[in-house]
């Protein structure tokens, strides 16, 4: 039985074509991104006031960076069901 193709093959094969990454480096790549763009925003702002507070950053440089990036930060979509999702591609 053949493996299952990874959901994101699309973007492996670009990443293989555009850079010199081999394809089983571009699937750690893309993992590793997306892990990274999972967080959870509460995950998220926890663990970077632990970063910048050992840079010895304070609340109030912190939470206002903080504030920053979350602004520009991408977010997770939400689980959609099938009827969901013929609505948005039928409306």
Same mark, same amino acid.
């Given at each position: 039985?053949?493996?299952?193709?990874?959901?994101?093959?699309?973007?492996?094969?670009?990443?293989?074509?555009?850079?010199?990454?081999?394809?089983?480096?571009? @699937?750690?790549?893309? #993992?590793?991104?997306? %892990?990274?763009?999972?967080? /959870? =925003?509460?995950?998220?702002? &926890?663990?970077?006031? +632990?970063?910048?507070?050992?840079?010895?950053?304070?609340?109030?440089?912190?939470?206002?960076?903080?504030? @920053?990036?979350?602004? #520009?930060?991408?977010? %997770?979509?939400?689980?959609? /069901? =099938?009827?969901?999702?013929? &609505?948005?591609?039928? +409306?």
């Amino acid at each position: 039985m053949p493996a299952s193709p990874h959901p994101h093959e699309d973007l492996l094969a670009h990443l293989t074509r555009t850079t010199p990454l081999a394809p089983g480096e571009a @699937a750690r790549v893309v #993992a590793e991104v997306l %892990a990274y763009f999972s967080e /959870s =925003t509460e995950e998220y702002v &926890r663990r970077r006031h +632990g970063e910048l507070q050992a840079r010895g950053l304070t609340n109030e440089k912190i939470f206002a960076r903080l504030g @920053a990036e979350l602004a #520009a930060r991408r977010v %997770a979509a939400p689980e959609l /069901s =099938t009827r969901q999702l013929r &609505r948005i591609v039928y +409306g």
